[in-house]
């Protein structure tokens, strides 16, 4: 009863299964020729490969879609979706290379170094702190009473910073 309910979206997605993998297997095929005549190393040849068998996966989950019945309101709101996520991804991962990337300048042309005691201008948190530590990701700043503040690489180049002292840690002992 089932089989015959169903039968022509079975057949369909069938044929359409049959035709993702025959396109997937020339495809890494070709992927292969074109990366062993370029001389692109094996791991790049393997990454392509996996993004265009992502890519033909996508495109047979849509087509899938339509052959069951699915409604073009109904994939909209499924894609409108998955790409909220991934935007919110994205934009997860910009912060964290916002801050690698402020952590390699600073590296560079910071002109303050561990030890000196600054002053961070910012109206909703001045900051008045001794540099502990320079890492990749923020910046571990020590108060006068001794907490420990964590201060984000890419918010330390946005905001002007004044040098108080030069080399004040030891006037602070050892809070390590």
């Given amino acids: 009863m089932f089989l015959n309910k169903f039968e022509p979206e079975l057949i369909n997605t069938v044929i359409l299964l049959s035709v993702f ?5 020339i495809g890494k095929i070709a992927i292969r020729k074109i990366g062993v005549k370029s001389a692109i190393n094996e791991a790049r040849i393997r990454l392509i490969s996996r993004y265009f068998t992502v890519t033909l996966l996508i495109i047979f989950l849509f087509i899938e879609a339509f ?3 699915v409604e073009l309101d109904e994939i909209s ?3 409108s979706s998955v790409f909220a996520v991934i935007g919110v991804g994205l934009f997860a991962i910009w912060s964290i290379l916002s801050n690698v990337t402020s952590g390699i300048i600073m590296f560079f042309s910071f002109p303050y170094k561990v030890g000196d005691k600054i002053k961070i201008h910012d109206k909703d948190f001045p900051i008045e702190a001794v540099i502990e530590d320079i890492r990749a990701f923020q910046l571990h700043l020590r108060m006068d009473n001794g907490d420990l503040v964590t201060y984000p690489n890419n918010l330390i180049l946005q905001k002007a910073v004044t040098l108080l002292e030069k080399d004040a840690i030891e006037d602070f002992g050892d809070f390590h």
């Avoid at 993998?21 to 297997?25: E, K, Q, T, Y």
């Fill in 21 to 25: 993998v025959i396109i997937r297997i």
């Fill in 67 to 69: 052959i069951v019945g």
């Fill in 77 to 79: 709101i499924v894609f």
